[in-house]
């Protein structure tokens, strides 16, 4: 099967206004759990998660921290001009440089309202601090590419982070599926407990339905977990609108992955890997296809495009792979693997280091439910069709599911 020529119409389902969740349920885990095994289709709630995986498992998660990247200017004219800052310009070394600086920074952006912008206009922002202070956050147009723009923004007093003045002047930037503005709630229910390396756009959902009291029960299991950081871009909710996936340009994404996670992923154990939201699983298996670039000496093995692991040689067995990351690390004394993922998973791919996936419902007609249709094909259907027809809740404040290819 050639994914490439997979039409998109053949990956869509009707999905009822009233089936979307746009808030969470009060407890994370009283969320519905689906379970898909071997054809066969039960369900749970996610608190009891772990009496549905077995012994010795090892669950990866995404560890990423949602950015308060959506920000409001108003002209003197009355007029607003909405800003969603994607990712630094490529002038600096990675997400956190960017992150980190102070006085000025370019960032690539969608903007709302981009026409009534006419570039030399510099809006403007006074923002209070706790402290009673007041920062002046500016905005420049820089420049307009095809897909979004160049937005240069400084602010004075000019000692604060560019992440301190995004936590101070920016909201939670909520998927638009969800047609309300960001609520105070949102900034703590839309972000993952276990939330660490800012730079997302988009939340990890998969993982929203995780409690202390779940990892303490998958502990008491010897249920493991480590974690990996891929940043969510807005790509994730980029429609498909192409004919097939051929014309479709998936968006690339930003992965990092420590020496000491590739160590426990190599490791010997009884149980599956389990990855914990199609974000893990887009993340383990390009550090798959990294690998076995690598392995062929290629020049820039950490650069995985969309189409890329349909071509590379598909024989080499998965801890090979990851193991031949760990001898580079070493050998350059680095503590992670830090690379950028494109890949388009669809049927046709053979998942060569995830056994289960933990997921929430996704939109029709989305590369995201292409993905699923990868591991456990055409029952996609039988998967979502029962979840429609038991008050399952959808998107990204849903219930979720297990499955097992």
Partial sequence: ???????????????????IAHYPLPQRDASKLLVYQKGQLTQDTYAHIDAHLPRNSLLIFNNTRVLEARILFQKESGGVIEIFCLEPHEQYKGIATALATEGHVEWRCL??????????????NLISVPNGDTVQLNAAYKEKLADHFVISFSWTPSHLSFAEILHLAGAVPLPPYIKRKAEPGDEQRY?????EHQGSVASPTAGLHFTEDIFQRLE???????????????????PVKSVSLSEHEMHGEVIDVSLTTLRHLVADRKGPLVAVGTTSLRTLESLYWMGVKLMSGTTDPFTLSQWEPYSLPADVPAKIALTNLIKWLEKNNRPSIEGRTEVLIAPGYRPRIVKGLITNFHQPGSTLL????????DDWRKVYQYALENDFRFLSYGDGNLMWM
Avoid: C
């Fill in 191 to 195: 972000q993952t407990i276990y939330a």
């Fill in 220 to 238: 008491g299991k010897n249920i493991e977990h480590d974690f990996v950081t891929l940043h969510v871009g807005a790509g994730t909710f980029k």
């Fill in 1 to 19: 099967m050639n994914p490439q020529e997979l039409l998109i119409q053949d990956y869509t389902y009707d999905l009822p206004e009233e089936k």
């Fill in 111 to 124: 903007v709302g309202g981009a026409s009534k912008w006419k570039r030399g206009l510099v809006l403007s």
């Fill in 370 to 377: 292409v993905l699923v249709a990868a591991l456990i094909g």
